[in-house]
């Protein structure tokens, strides 16, 4: 038996969302171009940033565990409220996949800056994830991420898809960034940054640290702060 993932009124209130959509997609012409540039032709900037991974825990059980339409319904819920809450810190999601993103942070602001705004993200999405954990999913599912911030030099450009430009952010920071995620598994903690994070916080924290943290694939080892709370 496959069970609810949300409660009866907010189940209600997502069918009759998902209809409107339905009904206003049908009336745009939906085709794509088949031809075009495939790469936009814009000069590569580089930039110090905060760069922010997050992934949900245990989707694959969660998939197994519901109908494919109640989970998506429910990542688009998380997604639109983990969206606001990267954009009022003033921060840009990159890329997405099934269970998580990665947003950086700095487009705008010094890097100093962009860490403090990209950890106070992670910490509102944890406050919101909360919330929405106790009032809104059916009682008997719990949903928890884990969030990796690591801050350096990047460059950034666009790419050409389907007629649109995208957002490209890379460099090692990144892999860095993504790994310290990662991490948030083998520590147990729902949010970990790097030292390079951390020193540069108005607030710091009172937190637990881990010296010499080897990170899948990277040469160097890393202090890290453990920032979050230990998963359920």
């Known amino acids: ?97 099934g269970d998580g993103f990665y947003a950086t942070f700095g487009f705008d602001y010094d890097v100093k800056d962009a860490i403090n705004h990209a950890v106070q993200s992670g910490f509102s999405i944890l406050e919101k994830l909360d919330n929405l954990n106790r009032t809104s999913f059916e009682k008997r599912l719990k949903i928890d991420v884990g969030i990796g911030v690591h801050a350096g030099k990047v460059a950034t450009g666009t790419i050409r898809l389907s007629d649109e430009n995208h957002l490209l952010v890379m460099g090692h920071p990144v892999n860095i960034a993504s790994r310290i995620q990662a991490a948030t598994k083998i520590f147990g903690n729902s949010f970990i940054v790097s030292d390079d994070v951390f020193d540069q916080l108005d607030v710091q924290p009172v937190c637990s640290s881990v010296d010499n943290v080897a990170l899948k694939g990277v040469t160097t080892t890393f202090k890290l702060h453990l920032l979050g709370k230990p998963y359920r």
């Open 1 to 97: 038996m496959q069970l609810s993932l949300f409660s009866a009124r907010l189940s209600k209130s997502l069918r009759v969302g998902q209809r409107r959509k339905i009904s206003r997609a049908s009336k745009q012409n939906m085709s794509l171009p088949a031809t075009g540039n495939l790469w936009a032709q814009e000069v590569t900037e580089e930039k110090e940033m905060a760069l922010f991974f997050l992934d949900i825990r245990n989707f694959t059980q969660l998939t197994e565990a519901h109908m494919p339409e109640a989970v998506i319904q429910l990542i688009k819920k998380l997604f639109i409220c983990f969206q606001n809450i990267i954009k009022t810190h003033h921060g840009r999601i990159i890329e997405t996949s």
